[in-house]
């Protein structure tokens, strides 16, 4: 059984920094974990991935503000984000993605940006 627990998320101002962390209980090798956000009306949509080699992509909205970085050898993962913007107000879901393809997913984690 994997578990995905989430953390780090909150209510910060426009500017501001929050960093987020996912952690999977369990024992599995992972292809890649990434972070996917989801706003109000809208589909969830990536943020930012790395494969367990440390390749990364991101969004293009996320380029230049945020970092997505493993833990060394654990199945952590963390999501740097700078310069946040109130658009960037969503609820954060981790993912890790298993070798043969299946996924599993984090509960969620509320990133609000607002004066």
């Known amino acids: 059984q994997v578990r995905l627990v989430e953390s780090g998320g909150g209510l910060v101002q426009p500017g501001g920094s929050l960093r987020l962390s996912c952690a999977a209980s369990?024992?599995?090798?992972?292809?890649?974990m990434g972070w996917y956000c989801q706003a109000p009306g809208k589909e969830r949509e990536l943020v930012a991935s790395i494969t367990s080699g440390g390749t990364t992509v991101y969004a293009d909205s996320v380029k230049g503000r945020f970092t997505i970085s493993r833990e060394g050898a654990k199945n952590t993962v963390l999501l740097q984000m700078n310069s946040l913007k109130p658009e960037d107000t969503a609820i954060y879901y981790c993912r890790l993605t298993a070798p043969w393809g299946q996924h599993w997913w984090g509960q969620g984690t509320q990133v609000t940006v607002s004066s």
């Open positions: 369990g024992s599995i090798v992972t292809r890649n």
